[in-house]
């Protein structure tokens, strides 16, 4: 059975996200979920006009979908974030109006000229996603538990229940981690993958997990739960930053921005640039590995606020 969490981006309304699957989960991240004999998919979407939501998607999702529905600025700020993140695969899925034309000269010269390409339609997304061909392009990254937290709340004669996707890893009942970047000692209770109890969840598993040993007031979104000692934590990093080519002002020593890494978005300050790798101090701790990258944006109210990732240099 194949699990995939799926970004779907380009339309402030959602109106293609509703078609696609079942209420779920729904602040300033709007999630549906569909499931079938053999596939679980998740799909998530921004609710908010603020930057942090669509790029703490970046840190959550296995591959985005593309909505060329209408020309908007949110559609070109979701291009932006998509290309800064680099996932190796996506799917754009293009409407009559917008047109394949209007769609290539958009993406033109980022890592989305590789994308797959499908007329704006529900049932042929799953049936793409469901196929056999594309669903071995989508790799599962090796390494040490991780599962960034991307909701948390208490369940009554539960307690503490935190959601997110396993990037990476294995996890079972009464397994023993670390939340980051604070260093905090749990114990899983239990694990739910789509509402139904399981002893144990793997990479790519949507969950929800039953936590002993934190309470919901010492969380936020963006903690990541992994093995102990295998993640980094630090308040200033260095970051080869590939700016887009959309946003063409200078970026100074003392300027600020929303960093992005995984699903914390802390605001930085510039301390030091050295070419294009920029030194940040960042107002509070994050957690990071090697397989992180960083996403640069504006805090401004309006798009484009995407300047641009890179890794982060260790």
């Known amino acids: 059975m194949a699990h995939f969490t799926i970004g779907v981006l380009g339309q402030q309304d959602n109106d293609f996200l509703k078609r696609l699957g079942n209420k779920g989960t729904i602040n300033d ?45 949110y559609l070109g700020e979701a291009v932006l974030a998509v290309d800064a993140r680099k996932f190796e695969n996506g799917i754009i899925c293009v409407s009559e109006e917008f ?11 980022s890592n989305l000229e590789s994308y797959d390409l499908l007329p704006m339609d529900a049932d042929s997304l799953k049936d793409h996603l469901a196929s056999k061909e594309f669903q071995a392009t989508i790799a599962a990254p090796a390494g040490p538990t991780k599962i960034p937290i991307d909701n948390y709340f208490v369940v009554k004669s539960v307690g503490t229940v935190i959601l997110g996707v396993v990037k990476r890893g294995e996890i079972g009942v009464y397994t023993k981690l670390s939340i980051y970047p604070d260093d905090i000692d749990v114990l899983v209770k239990s694990i739910q993958c789509h509402d ?43 970051v080869g930053l590939e700016r887009n ?70």
């Open 29 to 73: 991240i709007e999630f549906r979920n569909f499931s079938t004999e053999r596939d679980l998919f998740t799909y998530c979407s921004p609710k908010s006009d603020k930057v942090a939501p669509l790029m703490q998607i970046m840190g959550i999702i296995d591959f985005p979908v593309l909505v060329f529905d209408k020309p908007n600025s």
């Open 99 to 109: 047109g394949e034309e209007r769609a290539r000269k958009l993406i033109e010269g």
């Open 245 to 314: 080519k959309v946003l063409k002002g200078a970026i100074s020593e003392g300027d600020s921005f929303f960093v992005s890494i995984g699903l914390q978005s802390p605001v930085g300050r510039i301390v030091s640039i050295d070419g294009d790798v920029l030194t940040i101090d960042l107002e509070r701790e994050v957690a990071y590995d090697a397989s992180d990258r960083a996403i640069l944006a504006l805090t401004t109210p309006k798009p484009p606020r995407i300047i641009g990732g890179g890794n982060i240099i260790i």
């Open 196 to 238: 139904k109890d399981v002893r144990n969840a793997t990479t790519l598993q949507r969950v929800g997990l039953s936590l002993k040993g934190v309470k919901v007031e010492d969380l936020k979104r963006g903690n990541v739960i992994a093995q102990k000692g295998s993640m980094m934590v630090s308040k200033s990093m260095r």
